[in-house]
């Protein structure tokens, strides 16, 4: 799942499985068997906003940055971010230049015909559930085997897609779940034949109960959210201007 941890893996797996020793096994497997986490970089502070904001839906508000990286097969040598901050879901474009013209492309070309157009886009210094989504990005990016690193802008729709997957810890529920109102699925539902059995109900039905499923998990994520802001420091972290995958 993208080298996201041992927490992300193994909420996943509770979802699924259950053996013996669970925590025990995949800790195991993600410490010592698996080489990406030994590869990732201690996480340096983030820079908060110095304001709380709060949303309560998706697309109140999206967060965009630039990330400068090694140049790419192709010319490529940034990531535009792009991140809802009720759902914290992400997508993720290679870009060969951080222009305004080249980020304003992707937003209205792509970003906006997927999922609608945001009430506000933010774009400044301090945007720190951007920078959060940098970092996770990058410590992604740099877990790639060696002979994929040269060509990272291959790899990156399929990493953020990971992290949509997994549980995030501001808000207790996957960016994919508080978006789309339910859980992914994953190649090993597919092989496992794990598919969920379809309620006999129609439309209305169908609407009534994901209406009240999504007013359940939107009010717990902005409660859990608003606790993980009042913790949070307001602290400045530096960055460098040029990020190694490596």
């Known amino acids: 799942m993208g080298h996201l941890g041992s927490e992300r893996v193994l909420d996943l797996a509770r979802e699924r499985f259950y053996w013996p020793y669970t925590r025990r096994d995949i800790e195991h497997f993600v410490t010592h068997v698996c080489g990406c986490l030994r590869q990732k970089r201690p996480n340096l502070p983030t820079r908060e906003p110095l304001q709380s904001i709060t949303t309560t839906s998706p697309f109140q508000l999206i967060g965009i940055d630039f ?74 990016l740099r877990s790639l085997p060696e002979q994929h690193k040269s060509n990272w802008k291959d790899h990156v729709a399929k990493l953020v897609h990971a992290y949509n997957c997994t549980r995030h810890q501001t808000t207790g529920y996957s960016p994919f779940f508080l978006l789309f109102g339910r859980s992914p ?30 007013q359940e998990a939107y009010a717990k994520a902005s409660t859990a959210a608003n606790k993980n802001a009042k913790r949070a420091k307001k602290h400045y972290g530096q960055e460098s201007s040029i990020n190694n995958v490596k």
Do not use: C
């Not at 092989?191 to 209305?204: L, R, S, V």
């Open 67 to 140: 990330v400068h990286l090694e140049r790419s097969s192709g010319g490529y040598e940034y990531i535009l971010v792009v991140v809802d901050h009720f759902t914290r879901y992400a997508q993720a474009y290679p870009t060969k230049n951080k222009a305004g013209i080249t980020a304003a492309d992707k937003i209205y070309n792509d970003f906006i015909p997927r999922f609608g157009f945001p009430e506000r886009i933010h774009h400044d210094q301090g945007n720190g559930t951007v920078e959060r989504m940098n970092r996770t990005l990058l410590g992604m």
């Open 185 to 214: 699925r994953l190649p090993i539902d597919l092989a496992f034949k794990m598919e969920k059995a379809n309620d006999p109900t129609g439309y209305p039905q169908y609407v009534a109960k994901w209406k009240t499923a999504m």
